[in-house]
């Protein structure tokens, strides 16, 4: 980078060429004070709060936007510049309301700073004042015009952050005021996403959120992680009087610095639900009744033991989960291992992300997303395929709208309209589960068109030749046939996606929910092997992982075939490793999957359970067969911050803290491990779950004395190569992405790096389209798909925000305008969705976004329970249920 020298204030200081005096300023020490200026925003100099004097400039300057040349010399504070910043302020206050002890923003204002920084006494209001209506029409943000001074903070936020362009300047002259396209209230707006980011770029009180769970300024603000999706956003909790009262940007945060969604800032008002469970509660006679810690932890030590010594250690299982920290995921495997003596363990990975684990592991060597979540903006390539990150990961959705306004390039594969497929140059709408065709079909192109990577094929890979053997037959005829994608837009996505000098591909669940998962991530990493788009920055493979810490629960060893760090319980020197560091002989047998236990309980096989944070009766597939497997037990122990519909069959139900309650660590989707911290105090009764399990543990004659979730990690990284490096320590500030091997490791930001893959060489696999174990036929004729929407999450906590579920109240399933027309349904009627195993009703949402003969429902709302519909079956490799797919029938509800 080039250097110039330059002068502020008499002071010789060097500048990064094109930089601007306020960068320069701020650079070297000189404050200058801003107000329409925020560092990750394009500069406007509109306020002239930054005003400053540079010789031979004609009159007074933007510091914002003026740029440094050599040999300049700025002064920054003369009277003549204080007394112009103090008149542009006094503007401003003429035209705000002075009720500044009722604002929310009172003490925070940075209005009211500037004013009482340049000293500006009282201003009384003068002529008309201006009289627009407060738009508080939505259940997170009320918009105050009267307070607004006109920055334009929010609208460039809006645009060049999170990318919606939703508030833009409407009206002019004395009228000019800021509101979303044609004046309408935010929540009438059509691409309003709530995310609040306005809210945290406004400086005044003109945009705030509503408040939750209390009012009033905050007594202290703790950074944690976010307890939803895997994309790890950082952000304050703010506390005051010992409640979560709100939540607010941190900018020092590496992922998302100010960006979150709308469930990130307003839905962790769940945390004060009077609904949390703040006791041990044990069944008797059928009906739970309140206990202690002491009473509850002794009849499970007791019971656990007397199922274990009548019918084996194998009698028992646990789920653990992905949404705790990875320090109880850590401590959950060991009391499996170390102390009921079983490897039956597992978690919602299973149903969820293990044919990543899976796939990416076979053909890569490591199961995990290869590239950093803010390489994205800068991609010039994405291939989008099963994944809808504007609802399921927003912030990475963001990400790739940045990246749209840098100029990248994006094609998008899903059966549905999604946001990004109406953004893409190429959307290819192919049927549920015909991915593997695609792909093939994509492929053949590029090796017939000579836009392989010979390279990369020759040095970094194995095994070419019987995946081109298996491809040839996957001519763009025969695709469009199996994917219904024309073959122009075929062609012309397999042209892009090789041509690019790097493309990086982001895939989620319309992948890995199929009886093929394993084989389609497989798949996806031919494409990217074939083109040497992998092992490089901008440019991978990016699985999308669900839960905030589902990457963590399968790192820490919560799966039935591995101890922390992915080694093997097959594994005779990783068993014995961990056998010498607890003390105890291991089973060398491979565990339970989830599905299995379910299997196992009904043959009698399976007697006793013990499910932490998973509510598996409402997220498993066909959940008659769930339930069913849970009956059969003998005995169940449910852990969670709520009751759910299998804590409901539970023995005895142990109220757990939830995240604002405790320490330890989440690992987002890009290998981050990141720190969860301690906000407020357990509610009620509630403990931290790595509290039970160690009480419980110390309960059953095997004792584990930690007195913090770190030295949990510490015990951890010392049994885990890939994860030596990690503590508490040094994942303070901005976390580490794993492989961290040793305490010097900086952590990793890409995989794979030049083509080494973590196996040697990267495995080809020969792969053949397999369709949907069930398809429509005549009495089931709809194909019925099952996903996410934004302002829901899974099936438990989301339900328990207030703010959430007054947007979003209930249940929507699209359906195709000429399917509703034939079956008579209009938008908002009631149907009934039946398959072979069971039915729920919804409100109808008639949509061209989804294909005829296709249904789509999310599978969040309690009074609409979709898993009573979907089928069992799952994955070849990992059992990961068919989510994706099965057959239906619909209806409209007949009104009694
Ligand atoms: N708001 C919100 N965010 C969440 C969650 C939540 O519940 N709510 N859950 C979190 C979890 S646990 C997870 S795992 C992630 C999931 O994140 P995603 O996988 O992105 O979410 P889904 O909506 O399940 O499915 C993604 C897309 O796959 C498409 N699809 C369906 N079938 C196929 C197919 O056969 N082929 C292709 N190419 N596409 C298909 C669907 O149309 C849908 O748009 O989200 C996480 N984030
Ligand atoms: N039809 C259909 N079904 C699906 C899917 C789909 O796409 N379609 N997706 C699947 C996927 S990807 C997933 S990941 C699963 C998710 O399925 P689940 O994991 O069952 O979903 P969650 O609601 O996140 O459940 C987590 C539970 O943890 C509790 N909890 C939250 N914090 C804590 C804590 O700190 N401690 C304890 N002890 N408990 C806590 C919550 O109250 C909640 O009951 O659903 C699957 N089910
Ligand atoms: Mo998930």
Same mark, same amino acid.
């Given at each position: 980078?080039?250097?110039?020298?330059?002068?502020?204030?008499?002071?010789?200081?060097?500048?990064?060429?094109?930089?601007?005096? *306020?960068?320069?300023?701020?650079?070297?020490?000189? #404050?200058?004070?801003?107000?329409?200026?925020?560092?990750?925003?394009?500069?406007?100099?509109?306020?002239?709060?930054?005003?400053?004097?540079?010789?031979?400039?004609?009159?007074?300057? #933007?510091?914002?936007?003026?740029?440094?040349?050599?040999?300049?010399?700025?002064?920054?504070?003369?009277?003549?510049?204080?007394?112009?910043?103090?008149?542009?302020?006094?503007?401003?206050?003429?035209?705000?309301?002075?009720?500044?002890?009722?604002?929310?923003?009172?003490?925070?204002?940075?209005?009211?700073?500037?004013?009482?920084?340049?000293?500006?006494?009282?201003?009384?209001?003068?002529?008309?004042?201006?009289?627009?209506?407060?738009?508080?029409?939505?259940?997170?943000?009320?918009?105050?015009?009267?307070?607004?001074?006109?920055?334009?903070?929010?609208?460039?936020?809006?645009?060049?952050?999170?990318?919606?362009?939703?508030?833009?300047?409407?009206?002019?002259?004395?009228?000019?005021?800021?509101?979303?396209?044609?004046? !309408?209230?935010?929540?009438?707006?059509?691409?309003?996403?709530?995310?609040?980011?306005?809210?945290?770029?406004?400086?005044?009180?003109?945009?705030?959120?509503?408040?939750?769970?209390?009012?009033?300024?905050?007594?202290?603000?703790?950074?944690?992680?976010?307890?939803?999706?895997?994309?790890?956003?950082?952000?304050?909790?703010?506390?005051?009087?010992?409640?979560?009262?709100?939540?607010?940007?941190?900018?020092?945060?590496?992922?998302?610095?100010?960006?979150?969604?709308?469930?990130?800032?307003?839905?962790?008002?769940?945390?004060?639900?009077?609904?949390?469970?703040?006791?041990?509660?044990?069944?008797?006679?059928?009906?739970?009744?309140?206990?202690?810690?002491?009473?509850?932890?002794?009849?499970?030590? !007791?019971?656990?033991?007397?199922?274990?010594?009548?019918?084996?250690?194998?009698?028992?299982?646990?789920?653990?989960?992905?949404?705790?920290?990875?320090?109880?995921?850590?401590?959950?495997?060991?009391?499996?291992?170390?102390?009921?003596?079983?490897?039956?363990?597992?978690?919602?990975?299973?149903?969820?992300?293990?044919?990543?684990?899976?796939?990416?592991?076979?053909?890569?060597?490591?199961?995990?997303?290869?590239?950093?979540?803010?390489?994205?903006?800068?991609?010039?390539?994405?291939?989008?395929?099963?994944?809808?990150? !504007?609802?399921?990961?927003?912030?990475?959705?963001?990400?790739?709208?940045?990246?749209?306004?840098?100029?990248? !390039?994006?094609?998008?594969?899903?059966?549905?309209?999604?946001?990004?497929?109406?953004?893409?140059?190429?959307?290819?709408?192919?049927?549920?589960?015909?991915?593997?065709?695609?792909?093939?079909?994509?492929?053949?192109?590029?090796?017939?068109?000579?836009?392989?990577?010979?390279?990369?094929?020759?040095?970094?890979?194995?095994?070419?030749?019987?995946?081109?053997?298996?491809?040839?037959?996957?001519?763009?005829?025969?695709?469009?046939?199996?994917?219904?994608?024309?073959?122009?837009?075929?062609?012309?996505?397999?042209?892009?996606?090789?041509?690019?000098?790097?493309?990086?591909?982001?895939?989620?669940?319309?992948?890995?929910?199929?009886?093929?998962?394993?084989?389609?991530?497989?798949?996806?990493?031919?494409?990217?092997?074939?083109?040497?788009?992998?092992?490089?920055?901008?440019?991978?493979?990016?699985?999308?992982?669900?839960?905030?810490?589902?990457?963590?629960?399968?790192?820490?060893?919560?799966?039935?075939?591995?101890?922390?760090?992915?080694?093997?319980?097959?594994?005779?020197?990783?068993?014995?490793?961990?056998?010498?560091?607890?003390?105890?002989?291991?089973?060398?047998?491979?565990?339970?999957?989830?599905?299995?236990?379910?299997?196992?309980?009904?043959?009698?096989? *399976?007697?006793?359970?013990?499910?932490?944070?998973?509510?598996?009766?409402?997220?498993?597939?066909?959940?008659?067969?769930?339930?069913?497997?849970?009956?059969?037990?003998?005995?169940?122990?449910?852990?969670?911050?709520?009751?759910?519909?299998?804590?409901?069959?539970?023995?005895?139900?142990?109220?757990?803290?939830?995240?604002?309650?405790?320490?330890?660590?989440?690992?987002?989707?890009?290998?981050?491990?990141?720190?969860?911290?301690?906000?407020?105090?357990?509610?009620?009764?509630?403990?931290?779950?790595?509290?039970?399990?160690?009480?419980?543990?110390?309960?059953?004659?095997?004792?584990?004395?930690?007195?913090?979730?770190?030295?949990?990690?510490?015990?951890?990284?010392?049994?885990?190569?890939?994860?030596?490096?990690?503590?508490?320590?040094?994942?303070?500030?901005?976390?580490?992405?794993?492989?961290?091997?040793?305490?010097?490791?900086?952590?990793?930001?890409?995989?794979?790096?030049?083509?080494?893959?973590?196996?040697?060489?990267?495995?080809?696999?020969?792969?053949?389209?397999?369709?949907?174990?069930? *398809?429509?036929?005549?009495?089931?004729?709809?194909?019925?798909?099952?996903?996410?929407?934004?302002?829901?999450?899974?099936?438990?906590?989301?339900?328990?925000?207030?703010?959430?579920?007054?947007?979003?109240?209930?249940?929507?399933?699209?359906?195709?305008?000429?399917?509703?027309?034939?079956?008579?349904?209009?938008?908002?009627?009631?149907?009934?969705?039946?398959?072979?195993?069971?039915?729920?009703?919804?409100?109808?949402?008639? #949509?061209?976004?989804?294909?005829?003969?296709?249904?789509?429902?999310?599978?969040?709302?309690?009074?609409?329970? #979709?898993?009573?519909?979907?089928?069992?079956?799952?994955?070849?490799?990992?059992?990961?249920?068919?989510?994706?797919?099965?057959?239906?029938?619909?209806?409209?509800?007949?009104?009694?």
């Amino acid at each position: 980078m080039e250097l110039i020298s330059l002068t502020i204030d008499g002071q010789t200081v060097q500048a990064c060429k094109g930089s601007t005096v *306020l960068e320069a300023s701020r650079e070297a020490g000189v #404050t200058i004070p801003t107000l329409c200026h925020l560092a990750d925003l394009t500069p406007e100099g509109s306020c002239r709060v930054c005003v400053v004097e540079v010789e031979g400039a004609r009159g007074l300057v #933007t510091a914002c936007t003026y740029p440094v040349s050599e040999g300049m010399i700025v002064r920054t504070n003369t009277p003549a510049i204080r007394e112009a910043r103090k008149s542009v302020v006094e503007l401003m206050l003429a035209n705000h309301p002075q009720e500044c002890l009722s604002c929310q923003r009172n003490i925070d204002c940075e209005l009211q700073a500037l004013a009482s920084t340049f000293g500006v006494r009282e201003i009384k209001a003068e002529g008309e004042q201006r009289q627009f209506a407060i738009d508080d029409s939505n259940p997170f943000i009320i918009r105050d015009s009267n307070k607004c001074i006109l920055c334009g903070r929010c609208v460039r936020v809006c645009k060049e952050v999170q990318c919606c362009n939703t508030l833009e300047w409407t009206e002019r002259g004395f009228n000019t005021k800021v509101a979303p396209a044609f004046d !309408t209230d935010m929540v009438d707006s059509s691409n309003c996403v709530f995310c609040g980011t306005c809210v945290s770029a406004c400086p005044v009180g003109a945009l705030t959120e509503k408040p939750m769970n209390g009012v009033g300024k905050p007594d202290k603000k703790v950074k944690t992680t976010c307890p939803f999706c895997g994309v790890g956003c950082n952000y304050d909790l703010n506390i005051k009087d010992g409640k979560l009262i709100g939540v607010t940007s941190n900018l020092t945060s590496v992922v998302n610095g100010r960006l979150t969604c709308v469930k990130g800032r307003f839905g962790t008002d769940y945390v004060h639900s009077p609904e949390r469970l703040t006791t041990p509660l044990i069944k008797k006679n059928g009906k739970f009744v309140e206990a202690s810690w002491e009473e509850a932890l002794d009849l499970i030590a !007791t019971k656990f033991k007397e199922i274990k010594d009548t019918y084996g250690s194998d009698a028992l299982a646990a789920v653990s989960s992905a949404r705790c920290v990875n320090e109880e995921n850590y401590i959950m495997q060991k009391f499996m291992r170390a102390v009921i003596g079983t490897n039956n363990v597992d978690h919602c990975a299973r149903i969820c992300h293990a044919p990543t684990v899976a796939g990416l592991a076979a053909s890569f060597g490591s199961g995990a997303m290869t590239n950093s979540i803010n390489e994205a903006p800068q991609c010039k390539v994405i291939f989008l395929i099963g994944g809808n990150p !504007t609802e399921a990961h927003p912030v990475i959705g963001a990400k790739i709208r940045q990246a749209l306004r840098n100029g990248a !390039t994006l094609i998008v594969a899903d059966p549905r309209r999604i946001e990004l497929a109406g953004k893409a140059h190429v959307w290819m709408q192919l049927r549920p589960g015909t991915d593997i065709a695609l792909i093939n079909g994509m492929m053949r192109i590029i090796l017939k068109a000579g836009w392989h990577d010979q390279n990369f094929i020759n040095s970094c890979t194995t095994d070419f030749d019987k995946m081109a053997d298996v491809i040839e037959k996957y001519t763009p005829e025969y695709v469009e046939d199996i994917t219904g994608v024309p073959k122009h837009l075929l062609m012309e996505a397999a042209r892009i996606y090789a041509t690019a000098e790097r493309a990086s591909i982001f895939y989620t669940l319309g992948i890995t929910e199929h009886i093929c998962g394993t084989d389609n991530v497989m798949s996806l990493a031919n494409l990217a092997m074939l083109t040497g788009n992998v092992g490089k920055l901008y440019s991978g493979v990016n699985p999308m992982r669900g839960q905030n810490n589902v990457q963590g629960s399968c790192d820490m060893g919560a799966l039935p075939n591995v101890y922390s760090g992915y080694q093997a319980v097959t594994n005779a020197a990783a068993r014995e490793k961990f056998e010498k560091a607890w003390g105890v002989k291991l089973s060398d047998k491979v565990g339970l999957m989830m599905p299995d236990m379910f299997d196992a309980s009904i043959a009698g096989k *399976l007697k006793a359970m013990y499910v932490m944070g998973e509510d598996p009766i409402r997220s498993d597939g066909d959940a008659h067969h769930v339930r069913k497997g849970f009956e059969h037990l003998e005995f169940l122990v449910v852990q969670n911050i709520f009751m759910t519909e299998t804590g409901k069959l539970a023995d005895v139900i142990l109220p757990a803290a939830s995240f604002a309650e405790k320490d330890g660590s989440f690992t987002n989707c890009e290998r981050r491990v990141q720190r969860v911290r301690q906000a407020i105090e357990p509610i009620g009764n509630s403990r931290p779950d790595w509290q039970i399990i160690r009480d419980l543990s110390n309960k059953m004659g095997y004792p584990m004395s930690y007195s913090h979730p770190s030295e949990i990690m510490d015990e951890m990284a010392s049994l885990s190569p890939m994860f030596a490096g990690l503590s508490f320590e040094r994942i303070d500030e901005k976390g580490l992405q794993w492989p961290v091997p040793d305490k010097e490791h900086p952590g990793s930001q890409y995989l794979h790096v030049d083509g080494k893959f973590a196996c040697g060489l990267g495995v080809f696999k020969a792969i053949d389209h397999q369709p949907p174990a069930e *398809l429509p036929d005549a009495e089931y004729p709809f194909m019925l798909t099952t996903g996410r929407i934004l302002y829901h999450y899974c099936l438990t906590t989301a339900g328990y925000s207030k703010h959430l579920t007054e947007y979003r109240p209930e249940e929507r399933a699209m359906i195709h305008p000429d399917d509703a027309k034939r079956l008579n349904i209009a938008d908002q009627d009631y149907i009934t969705v039946t398959s072979r195993r069971g039915t729920v009703q919804a409100r109808a949402w008639v #949509t061209t976004d989804v294909l005829p003969g296709g249904i789509w429902m999310s599978f969040h709302y309690h009074a609409c329970p #979709t898993n009573e519909v979907t089928m069992g079956c799952g994955d070849k490799v990992t059992k990961t249920y068919e989510y994706k797919v099965c057959a239906v029938k619909v209806e409209k509800t007949v009104v009694q």
